[in-house]
């Protein structure tokens, strides 16, 4: 693959494990940042540690979003093209203001429940070859670690990793979205009780990127969507980091997504979120 996940041939097949993968540092020590730093061969740094300037390889950034900016600032600006986005949501903006739009990106599908535990893969039915994508200069890398924890990863060009980012903020905002607004404890719960009210959700907001953004999904959103749902179905419902995830959709305007938009402004009625609608 090119450094920026351009054009030329891409390896899609899995990486073998390797004896001692790629080194690697790793920002954040939580789920996440945990569950990455048990394949070995790297350095875990707390958000507000200093990044090596004369280091080197991947910075896997494990963090919350809102700590991203800060650590982009404070980052030697001789490191920052090595900066990896793991974070859900939408990161263009971010990304376009800080000239990052090359870095390596992924879309981690796995869940970890809690510190320390095992993560679940986010290998499905309809996907066994798994769902978490990456690309960029440091995508193999990335690859290479996940295949020492036994995890699953797809690299690909940048453009491949367009309409797949944009699949999984449809899955997170309508999930979330759909689950608070029913009561419901979980996305499985979601999944059960309310699959049409997703579906007329998940369809909406697929036509609706596809005209703003001009990019085509591949045949079988909704199938991808609810096998990686049967798979974490006990992941809790709540509409979250707003400006990361519905917000974007929000955006595209109640004439493009009435159906999403007409539930957010419900649910902000009912005083089921933590934040006021723009």
């Not at 507000?48 to 982009?72: C, F, M, Q, S, W």
């Not at 404890?185 to 959700?201: L, T």
């Not at 079988?220 to 519905?246: H, I």
Request: charged fraction near 20%; glycine fraction near 8%; proline fraction near 4%.
């Amino acid at each position: 693959m090119t450094g920026e996940g351009g054009e030329g041939e891409i390896d899609n097949e899995t990486t073998e494990v390797v004896d001692v993968v790629p080194f690697a540092t790793i920002v954040g020590n939580g789920r996440i940042g945990d569950a990455l730093a048990k394949a070995g061969n790297c350095i875990v740094l707390g958000r507000n540690d200093k990044i090596d300037p004369n280091g080197d390889g991947p910075i896997y950034l494990a963090t919350r979003n809102d700590a991203l900016e800060v650590i982009i600032d404070e980052c030697p600006t001789n490191r920052q093209k090595d900066l990896v986005f793991l974070q859900n949501g939408y990161l263009n903006s971010l990304l376009e203001t800080k000239n990052l739009t090359t870095n390596t990106q992924v879309l981690l599908y796995l869940s970890v429940a809690s510190k320390g535990i095992t993560p679940t893969d986010g290998v499905t039915t309809y996907n066994p070859e798994g769902l978490t994508t990456a690309c960029g200069e440091w995508a193999t890398n990335f690859q290479q670690r996940l295949a020492a924890l036994d995890l699953k990863c797809n690299v690909v060009s940048s453009i491949e990793y367009r309409p797949s980012m944009y699949e999984k903020l449809i899955w997170i905002s309508t999930y979330m979205l759909v689950g608070a607004a029913n009561d419901c404890r979980s996305v499985g719960e979601a999944s059960k009780n309310h699959s049409q009210q997703i579906e007329n959700i998940v369809n909406e907001l697929v036509l609706g990127v596809s005209v703003k953004e001009g990019i085509t999904f591949a045949d079988g959103t909704m199938n991808r969507l609810q096998s990686y749902t049967d798979v974490v179905a006990d992941f809790p419902c709540g509409v979250k980091e707003f400006e990361w995830r519905n917000q974007y959709f929000y955006d595209l305007g109640d004439d493009t997504v009435p159906i999403h938009n007409t539930l957010l402004k419900e649910c902000s009625k009912k005083g089921l979120l933590s934040f006021d609608l723009p």
